[in-house]
């Protein structure tokens, strides 16, 4: 698999990232450690999880794979922190928690460090300044060696951005959002404000949430996540007209390739400007191994532009002059 450069970084990463919202919950030990080896097999590096992941289960059953099923210095590990869900504040990225979240992380990956270290979501409450402190104490102590930000708005991003070089300190290097042929909000101001700052966009869900792959365009399966009680609302934002006619403009694409259409839109989104790794989930070693084999796939330009169009985002002022 082919290795990308992480934003303004050192860091090299495959460009193709493993998700694990759902170890631990829907994915068991067994079938985790069957994608963790496949994955790696592939020459996949970038393992991607959160401390709210499961309640942290899911750094858990990654600590406990690390070693056993592949070394830890073959993996680059990317953590998140500031998401409290279970607390009315929601959203907390004081330097207290943060510094918390990130020991009980690294105890729960049994591991001294983590690779990249993402603010989870913007906290309103919090100074800014304070947060980004408490980030390079992270880093000038050893526990984080690169730093990001997920679910920034363009301007959040950009002010996290600007702070960081003004201090002259260690640059954020990452933005992971949420970017797929169904979700393209990112583009208007998001992607613009990181690709200023030199940071490598990372989307979450570039499959739309499952939509994309086109299992839902006869129904919910039994075993799919719109079927799970834990995602069935996750899901079934994007189960709507706008993304039928999408989806049937991928199954499209995919007939005349000779391809999935899990294939066709990881495709799409992997070569966007700016991106560096999609981030995929799987419950299955089957469903990994379809999107390792997506891989190989490189969209012709007259399918890249008509998928475009396609699924085109609305702009308006500011974006487009009057």
Do not use: C
Request: glycine share 10%; hydrophobic share 40%.
């Amino acid at each position: 698999m082919e290795q990308r450069v992480l934003g303004h970084s050192g860091l090299m990463v495959s460009r193709l990232a493993l998700g694990t919202m759902t170890w631990g919950r829907d994915t068991d030990a067994e079938d985790a450690a069957a994608q963790l080896k496949t994955f790696t097999d592939a020459g996949g590096t970038l393992i991607d999880t959160a401390d709210v992941y499961a309640d942290g289960e899911s750094e858990m059953l990654i600590g406990t794979l690390l070693e056993h099923v592949v070394p830890r210095d073959d993996v680059v590990l990317a953590t998140k922190a500031a998401v409290v869900p279970h607390s009315p504040r929601r959203r907390d990225a004081s330097r207290g928690h943060l510094l918390r979240a990130l020991d009980g992380s690294l105890r729960r990956l049994g591991t001294d460090y983590v690779d990249l270290w993402h603010l989870h979501a913007w906290d309103p409450q919090t100074p800014l300044e304070e947060t980004l402190s408490a980030v390079e104490t992270a880093i000038t102590s050893g526990r984080v060696r690169y730093a990001g930000v997920s679910n920034y708005s363009g301007w959040q991003t950009a002010k996290a951005a600007a702070w960081q070089l003004a201090r002259g300190s260690a640059r954020l290097v990452s933005a992971q959002v949420e970017y797929s042929l169904v979700e393209r909000g990112v583009e208007r101001e998001v992607v613009p404000a990181a690709l200023d700052a030199g940071l490598g966009l990372l989307p979450w869900s570039p499959l739309g949430r499952g939509v994309l792959t086109g299992k839902y365009r006869h129904g919910t399966p039994a075993d799919s996540r719109a079927a799970s009680p834990h995602f069935e609302r996750f899901v079934g934002r994007f189960l709507d007209e706008r993304s039928a006619g999408i989806v049937e403009a991928v199954a499209t694409a995919a007939d005349g390739l000779g391809v999935s259409p899990l294939a066709v839109s990881l495709a799409w989104v992997r070569d966007r400007p700016g991106v560096v790794a999609p981030v995929i989930g799987a419950r299955t070693v089957g469903q990994l191994i379809g999107s390792l084999q997506a891989d190989e796939l490189t969209l012709p330009t007259e399918i890249r532009l008509a998928l475009d169009d396609v699924s085109a985002p609305k702009v308006s002022y500011p974006d487009h002059a009057p």
